[in-house]
Nanobody, 128 residues
Framework: QVLLVESGGGSVQAGGSLRLTCAAS????????MGWFRQAPGEEREGVAS???????NYTDSVKGRFTVSQDNAKNTLYLQMNDLKPEDTAMYYC??????????????????????WGQGTQVTVSS
């Protein structure tokens, strides 16, 4: 069982910054891939950033150059630094984890169904 708890969401104006934190349970092969997803009302959940156990990082095109994903393995924590936020970034943000045995493809493709564990989400609201 992998437990994930997000924090750090809030309300900011366009151009502002937030840092999301995902506190995870102790590392296991069940959380080899860690990812950030978001879901706006009426929209499908979409991948934002992911990092594999071997350090491969991927971003969706809309956040490249603005968002940075990182992890502190000693603290079992995943971060998402979000800069130059835009109103279209408004969504509920989720941390997710998936296993090693599925390989890295699902991680880089942000395949929602391949992630077995999800946090409760943290709301990010960006006003213009």
């Amino acid at each position: 069982q992998v437990l994930l708890v997000e924090s750090g969401g809030g309300s900011v104006q366009a151009g502002g910054s937030l840092r999301l934190t995902c506190a995870a349970s102790r590392y296991s092969d069940d959380r080899w891939c860690m990812g950030w997803f978001r879901q706006a009302p009426g929209e499908e959940r979409e991948g934002v950033a992911s990092v594999t156990g071997d350090g491969t990082i991927n971003y969706t095109d809309s956040v490249k150059g603005r968002f940075t994903v990182s992890q502190d393995n000693a603290k079992n924590t995943l971060y998402l630094q979000m800069n130059d936020l835009k109103p279209e970034d408004t969504a509920m943000y989720y941390c997710a984890a998936g296993p090693a045995w599925r390989g890295g493809g699902y991680c880089s493709r942000f395949s929602v169904s391949a992630f077995d564990y999800w946090g409760q989400g943290t709301q990010v609201t960006v006003s213009s």
